[in-house]
């Protein structure tokens, strides 16, 4: 009888830590596509734009393109697209070729905040 309950204890805690996981899994919103696309060669965009596996919060959600000083060269906001919550992009004016820094910070509509950065170069 000891080894039945340990054995139903063992699949709740199983159970529990792989619904725990799953959570934790789908609450960050993280990138599934970028265009430009990390490390391509392209010419001068007219915007960067990152497609996430999680809608957005557009308050606290961020996109800025960095040239290989810092400097950030998107003069406009990034936005989040009102009728995909999980797209945003910033439009760009004309960009010289060399490196660029994409950087992004995402909070999920439920409040986890990720984020990140990827580089792509203009021809």
């Given at each position: 009888?000891?080894?039945s309950?340990?054995?139903r204890?063992?699949?709740?805690a199983?159970?529990?830590s792989?619904l725990?996981t799953?959570?934790?899994?789908f609450a960050h919103?993280?990138?599934?596509?970028?265009?430009?696309?990390?490390?391509?060669?392209?010419?001068?965009?007219?915007?960067v734009?990152?497609?996430f596996?999680?809608?957005?919060?557009?308050?606290?959600?961020?996109?800025?393109?960095?040239?290989?000083?810092?400097k950030?060269?998107?003069t406009?906001?990034?936005?989040?697209?009102?009728n995909?919550?999980?797209h945003?992009?910033?439009?760009?004016?004309g960009?010289?070729?060399?490196?660029?820094?994409?950087k992004?910070?995402?909070?999920?509509?439920d409040?986890h905040?990720?984020?990140?950065?990827?580089?792509?170069?203009?021809k």
């Amino acid at each position: 009888m000891n080894s039945s309950f340990a054995i139903r204890g063992f699949r709740g805690a199983l159970a529990a830590s792989t619904l725990f996981t799953a959570q934790f899994a789908f609450a960050h919103a993280m990138p599934k596509q970028e265009s430009p696309a990390p490390d391509s060669a392209v010419v001068s965009p007219a915007e960067v734009s990152i497609d996430f596996g999680e809608a957005l919060e557009p308050s606290f959600s961020t996109l800025v393109v960095l040239d290989a000083s810092g400097k950030q060269v998107n003069t406009a906001q990034s936005a989040v697209d009102a009728n995909n919550k999980k797209h945003m992009s910033v439009a760009l004016g004309g960009l010289a070729p060399g490196a660029y820094q994409v950087k992004w910070s995402a909070v999920a509509a439920d409040g986890h905040r990720t984020q990140g950065h990827y580089n792509f170069k203009v021809k």
